[in-house]
């Protein structure tokens, strides 16, 4: 047979599934707004680029002499776990190098970090939540939300450009270091997800335009602290757990980037309420609460204080707590009557 009238030769095995892949980088491309800079698409990238260094770090902290105490103390009091202290030196160092932000609000900084020059974002981010779960190997995870500057670029930033309403957002998701990593992200155009593939070091996507589960499986708060809780709160778990209401598992991993992602994939609600002693709760309004409830939202869900939408309240300082509860919309309206409706203190 003359060599040109061969087959040709059969495409090598996962030949389609590569062609298939769709990475980070081609998915905001193909999403980008006619006429954007492409600023916001880079900004992502570098918070892409920090989660891949995070994860990596993460999955060597058993190796390493990374895990337990660095001995610093956070603006909150807390002791900083090391790992913290390296997330937080990524997503900063990362972001200044790229040009793009003119401030940094980090859980683990008393401050804002202002960047010289002339860029247009904010980024608020708890750069390792849930990291008193280090030590025991529980999933924790890099939360971010990105505003656009409202003060002037030939001045420096200022309160107005970071103490504003999460309805400001431009973009929020997290990283999560899991069993996998896995990116979840809104530009306010659904959300979607992208799982490393730590081979080829590219975040794929692996689920677009999720939405929360009309049928909720899951509910998550830390049930040990419920004599804490204000009446109404108590009401709302009591109510979910009688055999009449619709039955959903308790289960609560005590990192709300994993809790918030299991019930966005399975259905639930998660919430952390103000307690006895914790009049605010625990979480924080600007670089947790924020940029989650922006994420249910743009799922379907909703973030809630408890009283009114996460994403219209205020914040005053960069560190407030607040109560949050999140997910699944009808429980999460719920939960605000049954609040409402409770005799107060
Ligand atoms: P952190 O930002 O110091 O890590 O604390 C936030 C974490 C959340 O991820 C988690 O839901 C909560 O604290 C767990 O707190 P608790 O152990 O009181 O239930
Ligand atoms: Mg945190």
Request: proline share 8%; charged share 20%; net charge negative.
């Amino acid at each position: 047979m003359d060599e040109l009238d061969r087959d040709p030769p059969a495409p090598p095995v996962g030949a389609d599934a590569v062609a298939e892949l769709v990475t980070i980088e081609q998915f905001l491309q193909d999403r980008r707004p006619e006429g954007a800079s492409g600023d916001l698409t880079a900004l992502l990238y570098d918070l892409a680029l920090a989660g891949k260094l995070i994860s990596n770090r993460t999955r060597r902290a058993g190796l390493t002499e990374l895990m337990g105490a660095s001995g610093v103390i956070n603006p909150q009091g807390e002791e900083q776990k090391a790992l913290d202290l390296y997330a937080d030196d990524v997503v900063t160092s990362l972001l200044r190098r790229g040009g793009r932000v003119c401030a940094i609000v980090s859980e683990e900084r008393p401050e804002p970090t202002i960047v010289d020059g002339t860029g247009t974002y904010v980024v608020v981010h708890d750069p390792l939540d849930g990291s008193s779960n280090i030590d025991s190997n529980v999933s924790i995870g890099t939360i971010f939300g990105i505003y656009p500057r409202l003060s002037d670029p030939d001045g420096p930033p200022d309160d107005g450009d970071w103490l504003r309403p999460g309805r400001d957002l431009v973009a929020a998701g997290y990283v999560l270091y899991g069993t996998s990593t896995v990116l979840v992200l809104s530009t306010g155009d659904g959300v979607h997800a992208f799982t490393l593939d730590p081979e080829v070091g590219e975040f794929v996507l692996t689920w677009a335009d999720m939405h929360h589960p009309d049928t909720p499986a899951y509910y998550s708060f830390n049930h040990a602290s419920s004599p804490l809780w204000d009446q109404g709160i108590g009401d709302f778990v009591a109510w979910l757990e009688r055999p009449d209401t619709p039955q959903l598992s308790q289960r609560y991993i005590g990192s709300a980037v994993a809790d918030f992602h299991r019930n966005l994939l399975h259905g639930g609600i998660y919430g952390y309420p103000a307690e006895t002693g914790l009049p605010d709760g625990k979480l924080r309004m600007v670089y947790e609460g924020a940029p989650l409830a922006f994420l249910a939202e743009q799922a379907g869900g909703l973030g809630s204080d408890g009283h009114q939408p996460l994403l219209d309240v205020v914040p005053t300082t960069i560190h407030q707590r607040t109560p949050v509860f999140l997910g699944h919309r009808g429980l999460v309206e719920r939960l605000q009557d049954m609040v409402d409706a409770a005799p107060g203190p």
